[in-house]
């Protein structure tokens, strides 16, 4: 198939540009610099303005673009977070409706996030729960019914609510191995929170999957089906690289970084991949020291 890609040249773009390579598809790229060269992807288009750019020729989309969610939640980082996303998919959609019915792709499949479930403790929560609180819940909430839209117009869509991706290159992995390197690492709070992670190639793979799959529709839990406590990833963690995991991150300290941000850190969230595992879905890695050996090239 012909894909296109927003969000081509981050962490997972790169990912999923790789998997659809090695799956024959063809990829087109969409990005603020069209000029710039995309490893992997045979064509790069303008996305600068979403609601006039070039879908022609596409048999689907996967909508990857936004706001990183890391770094220091200033007022103008939590409003980028937000209306990257709501209004930047909002406008993909425009775009699409604005061509001819018989020449748009035929799916969006639309990056999301397991924030929209809020804090659960040690509740499992599958694709079917309600929305939590908090400023993820909210910003998912808005993404995700901005993304609905394409139904409007004709598109399978899938939501792919993704967890904690592990990956050398990107995400919070790097960061937290340098930490625990200098021996500075430790659980955060008290660790008792659920962290559903996963791999960063099988992301890509859920997210190739999804279009390739006609069954795939609606929210889809981007996790791997063994989540762990915090307590537990650092553990591993720390044993993986040799070091001890004795510096904790208070509750108190976390609670009162500027923006909210710690619920990033003290949120917990044991998700379900039901979706997933009901239409038989393999996993490269579906447990956590796998994982983690293989993004830290151990």
Known sequence: MRLGITGASGFI???????????????????????????????????????????????????????????????????????????????????????????????????????LYGDTGDDVVDEDADVGFGFLA?????????????????????????????GETGGALPLMRRIFRLYLGGRLGSGRQWMSWVHVRDVARILVTCVEDARYAGPVNAVAPHPVTNREFTETLARLLDRRAFLPAPAFALERLPGGLGELFLHSQRVDPAALRLRGFQWDFPDLEPALRDALRL
């Open 13 to 115: 773009g790169r990912a999923v540009i790789q998997q659809a390579e090695t799956a024959g598809h063809q990829i087109i790229a969409y990005s603020r610099t069209p000029e710039r060269i995309v490893p992997g992807a045979s064509e790069v288009r303008d996305f600068s303005r979403p609601d006039l750019a070039d879908y022609s020729g596409l048999d689907a989309i996967i909508h990857l673009a936004g706001e990183p969610v890391f770094g220091l939640w200033t007022e103008e980082k939590k409003r980028l977070i937000l209306e990257t996303r709501r209004e930047g998919t909002r406008a993909l959609v425009r775009g699409i409706e604005k061509m001819r019915s018989s020449e748009r792709p035929g799916a969006l499949v639309s990056a999301s996030a397991i924030g």
């Open 138 to 166: 909210e910003v998912v909430r808005a993404w995700e019914s901005a993304a609905r839209e394409a139904g409007d117009i004709g598109l399978r869509f899938a939501l792919c609510r993704i967890g904690f991706v592990l």
